[in-house]
């Protein structure tokens, strides 16, 4: 039993209950070597992505860095009633978040400061179900798309001190479906579709202090990002004579992301041993309500409030590299988070449960420009509940898997 | 090389995690303590498939007996035997009309709205004058249109009702013949529900309510004589029929006047007592006992039915000038009759339930809950006419998906009292309405 071995069962174990969208509908994947050691990384400077995990530690860059990443998500749900005892899928396509990172660290006299733009996608997932799946009339596909943009300014203070800021400008879209229980004169169910552009704004905020040349303290706050849809459009697909009742037009709506606090550690046990906390705090309060306005009601078309009732919840998250020569690192870890779904909230698009996950990861430096990261993170949930509002009552299964690999350059 | 052993490991590892599919993770469906030997199903029209004022194949093959049937085979009942219509007959109702659809219809003010629609002038006659009947190949369902509690003994049935003649053995062979002859092990029941239509859907006109003790006489006789042999049943409670859509669909104040109008009708009325305003205005309805002239505002408690004439109301004065005549309204003294007579017979038929050890359920509950609105899986239902989504367009019978959802009632209740687990339906694969 070598090091390797070891971390690698302690990955498999951590994958207790394994399986993918970070809580709620949260894409957690912005960083390869972070990925590898359970998502954990806010109290270290790993590579450019440190512009999004902590940009008070991107101040200790030692060189210029660029990182281009890619976790591709594959997530299936499956549910079974529990009044007909019927079982039905997701087809939902494979997910591709995505990060691009680029830091300057500047020479002579401005030298403890750095610049950097983090372009990466904290949505991005789509819940495709089965055609004719017994919650068709609640939701048939829900697409969320959002690609962040972060410029970030990152200062030394001292050896042990670094702070850093960024604004966040988020664009995205989102497609909304389902089936209207209308049938026209061939028993053909009538279809919405809400579909519109979304952008919003927000910060990233983060600090790093070394307490020594082992322990490290880094402290973030990602404010919430409200993609707020003010245009969309809603098209209905129903019977003829009703056609006058859905009348297609215009939405607008809301959808938050959350605040994230985030306190990190980072200890350094030996020369080839690295251990990471991270403890989380989502603002998941902040998703109250999912509002549909829209520009014309009916008596069949009414704006609708739907309760959410997020509650926010902490999540924990920890792992471990190993760094056997200057060539290779070996990363293992896990995490647990609580879910913010209450029990009477659970939904088709995001059934949402506690979960465990594991993850592991590796790097591989070629030579001294340039690197190699890949991480691979599986998590499994289940969640039995009667949802209040449609009354859908079963068990929602989710198993989700998503290797990712990303390329460094330095210089 | 010991580098591309580690890596070859992780994605080995990584595609084991793909490739592996979810399993289905679902409780085996079960009898429990039912005797699945003879399943029969024994009820009127809404046990048969009657629906859009009319019984067809394709309604029968939407009926609350087809549904329940469906499901019992999934626990291990034989297939069931269905007195089928002909595919190609378009159907017939209880008057010999041709069933109803959804379409668009001219009233008299030249306005083209949704309307229910014969399908053609006159039923198909000619279905119910063939008998189908066959030794080899006995029926399991006796499901009848119009079929009362106090007709099972009947042997003059087949001659009166033409849905029990297709089916029957012989043309002197009552209802409890058939049903003796079929010695069932397990029956599903629902019956009661037209001992009470018919003063319902007269407006109290025909006073035919039958007595407690007539009604306590035939129930107990037909379960007497079902559980001879040991049979276990679900039987089931009469829904309170006020609250169906045929009874609630046209206001009581549907009478909107302008200015003018109400003021004629105030010189008209208010030395009766009865006054106008502009807008919307309770009807005038015939009360013998209101005034010398036997006529008065309809109250809010009161309820007009669906068979009212809208095109007199809306162009001949109707319910105005001409008061709206007995047959068309259900009043407060005929409603609490009413009312009154169903929940005795609940009580009758609950207490059977307790003394016979059988399965009951409570349609009076359901329909209640019907009329109140509720979600399932996402899909708002309600007693509304039409857009309810659960009636039929003679706002009485149950459409498909109402069907479907009554039977997950039966369902319920078969599974609480026996202990089988079978599955409940999808009731939203069962049509609704469907609409032009």
């Known amino acids: 039993m070598n090091a390797l071995t070891q971390i690698l069962y302690v990955a498999f174990l951590l994958s207790c209950p394994l399986s993918i969208f970070g809580q709620g509908f949260q894409v957690n994947f912005q960083g390869q070597k972070q990925q590898g050691m359970g998502c954990a990384g806010t109290a270290l400077y790993t590579d450019a992505s440190t512009l999004f995990y902590n940009p008070g530690a991107a101040a200790f860059a030692n060189k210029s860095e660029i990182n281009l990443a890619t976790t591709p998500i594959f997530a299936h749900v499956h549910y079974t009633d529990s009044a007909t005892q019927l079982s039905y899928n997701t087809e939902n396509p494979v997910g591709t978040p995505f990060s691009a990172y680029g830091l300057y660290r500047f020479k002579k006299r401005l030298e403890p400061l750095s610049v950097g733009l983090a372009v990466y996608t904290p949505f991005g997932s789509t819940v495709q179900w089965e055609p004719n799946w017994i919650g068709r009339f609640a939701l048939t596909r829900l697409s969320l798309k959002a690609i962040f943009i972060q410029p970030t300014f990152s200062y030394r203070i001292s050896e042990r001190l670094g702070i850093g800021g960024g604004f966040v400008l988020s664009s995205g879209s989102v497609n909304l479906q389902k089936d209207i229980p209308v049938q026209d004169s061939l028993g053909n169910y009538g279809h919405a579709e809400l579909a519109g552009k979304a952008i919003g704004f927000g910060y990233n905020l983060g600090v790093l202090f070394h307490f020594d040349s082992r322990f490290s303290v880094g402290l973030t706050y990602r404010s919430k990002v409200s993609m707020a849809v003010s245009d969309g459009q809603a098209s209905f697909t129903v019977p003829n004579s009703l056609a006058p009742n859905f009348p297609n037009g215009s939405f607008s709506a809301a959808l938050p992301l959350p605040s994230v606090l985030t306190l990190g550690f980072s200890y350094d046990v030996s020369e080839k041993w690295k251990l990471v906390l991270d403890i989380n705090h989502v603002n998941w309060k902040t998703y109250d309500t999912l509002a549909f306005d829209y520009a014309q009601n009916t008596s069949s078309l009414s704006d609708t409030k739907s309760a959410r009732n997020y509650k926010s919840i902490f999540a924990f998250r920890g792992g471990a590299s190993y760094t056997p020569n200057k060539h290779l690192v070996f990363r293992a870890g896990g995490g647990f988070g609580f879910t913010p779904v209450q029990a009477g909230f659970v939904t088709p698009e995001t059934p949402d449960a506690n979960r465990c996950y594991g993850t592991i990861g590796f790097s591989y430096c070629c030579n001294t420009h340039f690197s190699v990261d890949a991480s691979f993170y599986a998590t499994k949930l289940t969640r039995t509940d009667r949802n209040l509002e449609t009354q859908l009552n079963g068990t929602f299964r989710t198993v989700a898997l998503a290797p990712g690999i990303s390329l460094n350059y330095k210089w | ?436």
Not at chain 2, 306 to 334: A, H, T, W, Y
């Open chain 2, 1 to 436: 090389m010991k580098t591309l052993h580690y890596i070859g490991f992780i994605v080995f590892c990584g595609l084991a995690f793909l490739s592996c599919k979810q399993k289905e993770q679902v409780p085996l469906p079960t009898k429990g303590e039912l005797d699945l030997t003879n399943v029969i199903y024994i009820g009127d029209g809404q046990m048969g498939g009657y629906m859009n004022d009319g019984l067809n194949k394709v309604s029968q093959g939407n009926s609350l007996a087809y549904i329940l049937a469906t499901q019992m085979e999934l626990i291990g009942a034989n297939p069931t035997n269905f007195p089928f219509l002909n595919t190609a007959s378009i159907g017939i109702s209880t008057n010999g009309l041709a069933p109803m659809h959804l379409g668009y219809k001219t009233d008299c003010k030249g306005i083209s709205s949704l309307s229910p629609l014969r399908d053609a002038l006159i039923g198909d006659q000619s279905c119910l004058s063939q008998n189908i009947y066959q030794a080899a190949h006995p029926f399991d369902v006796f499901g009848i249109p119009g079929l009362k509690s106090n007709q099972f003994t009947n042997a003059n049935l087949s001659a009166t009702n033409g849905f029990f003649h297709r089916m029957s053995s012989s043309t002197t062979a009552s209802m409890m013949n058939e049903l003796m002859s079929r010695n069932a092990s397990f029956f599903q029941l629902y019956i009661g529900l037209e001992d009470v239509l018919d003063y319902a859907k007269s407006g109290g006109t025909h006073e035919n309510l039958p007595s407690e003790l007539e009604f306590q006489q035939n129930y107990e006789q037909l379960l007497f004589n079902l559980t001879l042999n040991g049979a276990k049943g679900v039987i089931a409670t009469i829904p309170d029929v006020s609250q169906m859509p045929y009874f609630t669909t046209i206001p009581w104040n549907g009478l909107s006047l302008d200015d003018v109008n109400a003021a004629t009708l105030n010189s008209i009325y208010n030395p009766l007592g009865y006054y106008f305003q502009t807008g919307a205005n309770p009807f005038m309805i015939v009360d013998s006992t209101a005034n010398m002239f036997a006529v008065r505002q309809i109250q809010s408690n009161e309820l007009l039915l669906l068979s009212l004439p809208l095109d007199s109301v809306k162009c001949n004065q109707m319910g105005v000038l001409f008061p709206i005549r007995d047959e068309f309204v259900l009043d407060i003294e005929e409603l609490n009759l009413l009312r009154s007579k169903i929940s005795l017979y609940n009580t009758i038929i609950r207490n059977l339930a307790q003394q016979y050890h059988l399965a009951l359920v409570n349609t009076d509950q359901f329909i209640t809950n019907l009329s109140d609105g509720f979600v399932y899986n996402g899909v708002n239902m309600s007693a509304k006419f039409v857009s309810g989504g659960a009636y039929s367009l003679d706002g009485i019978y149950l459409n498909p998906r109402g069907n479907a959802l009554f039977a997950n009632e039966f369902i319920k209740a078969i599974n609480l009292t026996y202990h089988s687990t079978i599955p409940q339906v999808n009731a939203l694969k069962y049509d609704g309405i469907r609409f032009p």
